[in-house]
């Protein structure tokens, strides 16, 4: 086909659906509604960031110190350890140098992490108060993520129930019959609440010397927003 012709069809073709599209009309009685749902619930899961730092002159010694701190904290750890329960791992190791006013090494210093995750918080405050070459950097609760999936589900159900019921509503004081859902998103998020602050876990490590890390886990909301449009029905 001569270009000339091929672009003269390609411009009518165009034109065409142009014409088309303008004389679609466009869609009347679409509404768009947003709906949630919450549900407050105990937390199940609490995390321990427990930590360690020294510092010196040579490196292999500090490597050493901090290796022969985790090692010990990770032996009476892993006495305690229960999958889904108690969960240990280690976290952060790194070791760097300190420079001096003329840009020199003049030490080193390094640290050290392990990780203490689990559902069972008792037995996990009673290993923190155990373990002695390390102190605790950070304490934090959530739910666990079966606690999370079963809550989501329900919230959901609810957050949908309210969608539709919103929807009806809607169609009914317009005076439609009903509705059709055009499109919809379902987003669940868990909101924490407060983080516990720095000093509260200073005091907790402090009395920790003696007994069990005391375990105040609090509670999570799940939210689900349920959004979207639907098409109101003669």
Aim: aromatic share 4%; proline share 4%.
């Amino acid at each position: 086909m001569n270009p000339l012709c091929k672009a003269f069809v390609i411009m009518s073709l165009g034109a065409a659906a142009a014409v088309q599209a303008a004389d679609v009309p466009q869609p009347t009685g679409v509404v768009s509604l947003t709906a949630s749902a919450d549900l407050e619930v105990a937390k199940d899961l609490m995390s321990v960031t427990l930590t360690t730092s020294r510092d010196g002159t040579d490196a292999n010694v500090v490597q050493v110190a901090l290796k022969q701190a985790l090692d010990a904290a990770l032996a009476e750890a892993k006495k305690a350890a229960k999958p889904g329960q108690v969960d240990v791992r280690t976290g952060n190791f790194s070791l760097y140098p300190r420079y001096g006013n003329k840009g020199q090494i003049s030490g080193w210093q390094g640290t050290a992490e392990l990780l203490l995750e689990g559902k069972d918080m008792p037995a996990l405050g009673q290993l923190v108060g155990r373990i002695t070459t390390l102190t605790i950097g950070r304490v934090s609760f959530g739910l666990s993520r079966e606690a999370r999936e079963k809550n989501e589900s329900d919230v959901s159900a609810r957050a949908i129930a309210a969608y539709k019921a919103k929807a009806a509503e809607i169609a009914k004081q317009f005076g439609y019959s009903g509705y059709v859902i055009r499109e919809v998103n379902v987003q669940a998020n868990e909101q924490q609440g407060n983080p516990i602050p720095m000093m509260r876990v200073q005091a907790m490590a402090k009395s920790a010397e003696d007994s069990s890390l005391p375990v105040e886990a609090g509670k999570a909301q799940v939210i689900v927003t349920v959004t979207g449009t639907v098409q109101l029905t003669k």
